[in-house]
């Protein structure tokens, strides 16, 4: 391997939120911490070269995007997706949550419903229902191998009235990355009863071997006017500090909306950073992506084989995209107090607790597993430890 995931890296001066924040949620920092999903990896050294060059401008003042910018984006998604956007499409915003809250003040009212699957990323929830607006829970359903689906029948029965769907393509925290099919029949379902979607493809560059992810609008005309896209370079190459991302949206009125929803609370600059970041991930990053997937589907098939062979107990399931894991703790017939405390207090580490996903996430913890494998086995021995007290 060119790039070296194994190194670890003390991020006590890092202003880690993963690292710093553990004292705030779990009473300690003396954790080892697998819960925000950012990685514990250095990120590609052609980000990290033009970042310096960048610094070294010594000249921080307001940006502007020049064209290649765009262009880096447009490439990057027919390249990695064989989806061709228009760079005229593209919309810049400071993050994947912020864009859909607004998208929810700006094409919404209050207590307009607005449905989303748990379990899912927290702020999916909380975001909407911040806003006052009602939340119709469509819940995944489980299968006997462990593995997740969307429940078309349930959501056919809810979507009544509903204004919004946000989808999670792939999704966090179950791993599944969503197949054409099931995203076509899920669009068809959103047009037939007026619905508009929002597609979080945040995490759309992890995608393990054996699948592809398929962009919601890229499926058709018709969903591409029907759906709005948001994506970044942030998970992908660990860059989430530099807070940046981009919304798709190439129908033209909800494209005028929204960008002016930006300028009226005038956020319409990247940052002097992540400006030259995504550009040189976009341009320059992919041989070091290729790696850092070989690298996290190692860690999974490890995680896997450990707990199969180790901790039985528990249940898991490969995931087909995202660093992380979700795993099933229902075996051990605890509540969740009682295993939150288990895993903190005997286990020493720090994990999202299941619950905290809404429906379905009951007696499951996530584990991120983007980190060097040592940490992924002292987190392993560490769980298993605290089970077999
Ligand atoms: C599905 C999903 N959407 C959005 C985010 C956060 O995105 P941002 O930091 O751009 O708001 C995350 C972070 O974990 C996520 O998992």
Same mark, same amino acid.
Request: charged share 25%; net charge negative; proline share 4%.
């Given at each position: 391997?060119?790039?070296?995931?194994?190194?670890?890296?003390?991020?006590?001066?890092?202003?880690?939120?993963?690292?710093?924040?553990?004292?705030?949620?779990?009473?300690? /920092?003396?954790?080892?911490?697998?819960?925000?999903?950012?990685?514990?990896?250095?990120?590609?050294?052609?980000?990290?070269?033009?970042?310096?060059? @960048?610094?070294?401008?010594?000249?921080?003042?307001?940006?502007?995007?020049?064209?290649?910018?765009?262009?880096?984006?447009?490439?990057?998604?027919?390249?990695?997706?064989?989806?061709?956007?228009?760079?005229?499409?593209?919309?810049?915003?400071?993050?994947?949550?912020?864009?859909?809250?607004?998208?929810?003040?700006?094409?919404?009212?209050?207590?307009?419903?607005?449905?989303?699957?748990?379990?899912?990323?927290?702020?999916?929830?909380?975001?909407?229902?911040? =806003?006052?607006?009602?939340?119709?829970?469509?819940?995944?359903?489980?299968?006997?191998?462990?593995?997740?689906?969307?429940?078309?029948?349930?959501?056919?029965?809810?979507?009544?009235? $509903?204004?919004?769907?946000?989808?999670? !393509?792939?999704?966090?925290?179950?791993? @599944?990355?969503?197949?054409?099919?099931?995203?076509?029949?899920?669009?068809?379902?959103?047009?037939? +009863?007026?619905?508009?979607?929002?597609?979080?493809?945040?995490?759309?560059?992890?995608?393990?071997?054996?699948?592809? +992810?398929?962009?919601?609008?890229?499926?058709? *005309?018709?969903?591409?006017?029907?759906?709005?896209?948001?994506? %970044?370079?942030?998970?992908?190459? !660990?860059?989430?500090?530099?807070?940046?991302?981009? $919304?798709?949206?190439? !129908?033209?009125?909800?494209?005028?909306?929204?960008?002016?929803?930006? %300028? @009226?609370?005038?956020?319409? @600059?990247? /940052?002097?950073?992540?400006?030259?970041?995504?550009?040189?991930?976009? !341009? +320059?990053?992919?041989?070091?992506? *290729?790696?850092?997937?070989?690298?996290?589907?190692?860690?999974?098939?490890?995680?896997?084989?450990?707990?199969?062979?180790?901790?039985?107990?528990?249940?898991?399931?490969?995931?087909?995209?995202?660093?992380?894991?979700?795993?099933?703790?229902?075996?051990?017939?605890?509540?969740?107090?009682?295993?939150?405390?288990?895993?903190?207090?005997?286990?020493?580490?720090?994990? =999202?607790?299941?619950?905290?996903?809404?429906?379905?996430? +009951?007696?499951?913890?996530?584990?991120?597993?983007?980190?060097?494998?040592?940490? $992924?086995?002292?987190?392993?021995?560490?769980?298993?430890?605290?089970?077999?007290?």
């Amino acid at each position: 391997m060119k790039f070296n995931f194994d190194e670890v890296i003390d991020r006590s001066n890092n202003f880690s939120a993963k690292w710093l924040e553990m004292d705030k949620k779990y009473g300690t /920092n003396e954790l080892l911490p697998m819960w925000v999903a950012d990685m514990d990896f250095k990120t590609a050294p052609c980000i990290i070269d033009a970042l310096k060059s @960048r610094l070294e401008q010594e000249i921080y003042g307001y940006t502007t995007r020049p064209d290649s910018y765009n262009e880096s984006i447009v490439n990057w998604i027919s390249k990695r997706y064989n989806w061709n956007i228009k760079s005229e499409w593209l919309i810049y915003s400071p993050g994947v949550i912020p864009t859909i809250s607004l998208i929810i003040q700006e094409m919404t009212n209050k207590n307009d419903k607005i449905m989303i699957q748990e379990p899912v990323y927290s702020p999916f929830n909380s975001v909407v229902k911040d =806003n006052e607006r009602e939340l119709v829970i469509s819940p995944l359903k489980k299968l006997e191998d462990g593995s997740y689906v969307m429940d078309y029948e349930d959501i056919e029965s809810k979507i009544k009235d $509903v204004k919004l769907f946000i989808l999670c !393509n792939p999704h966090n925290p179950v791993g @599944r990355v969503w197949t054409k099919e099931e995203l076509k029949k899920l669009g068809d379902i959103c047009i037939k +009863h007026n619905v508009k979607v929002i597609s979080d493809e945040i995490h759309s560059d992890i995608i393990f071997k054996d699948y592809n +992810h398929t962009p919601f609008a890229s499926i058709s *005309e018709e969903f591409a006017q029907n759906s709005i896209t948001c994506m %970044a370079p942030t998970k992908t190459f !660990n860059i989430a500090g530099l807070q940046m991302s981009y $919304v798709i949206l190439p !129908n033209t009125d909800d494209y005028k909306a929204l960008d002016f929803a930006f %300028a @009226r609370i005038d956020i319409r @600059r990247n /940052n002097a950073f992540s400006l030259v970041a995504t550009e040189a991930a976009y !341009n +320059h990053g992919e041989d070091w992506l *290729e790696e850092l997937l070989e690298y996290l589907e190692g860690n999974m098939d490890f995680a896997i084989n450990y707990i199969k062979e180790n901790i039985p107990s528990l249940k898991v399931k490969k995931p087909e995209g995202t660093y992380l894991l979700w795993v099933d703790f229902s075996e051990l017939g605890l509540n969740d107090d009682e295993l939150n405390r288990l895993l903190v207090e005997k286990g020493r580490v720090a994990l =999202n607790n299941g619950s905290s996903f809404g429906v379905g996430g +009951h007696n499951y913890q996530r584990i991120n597993l983007a980190c060097p494998r040592s940490m $992924v086995k002292e987190a392993l021995e560490r769980i298993k430890k605290a089970i077999s007290k």
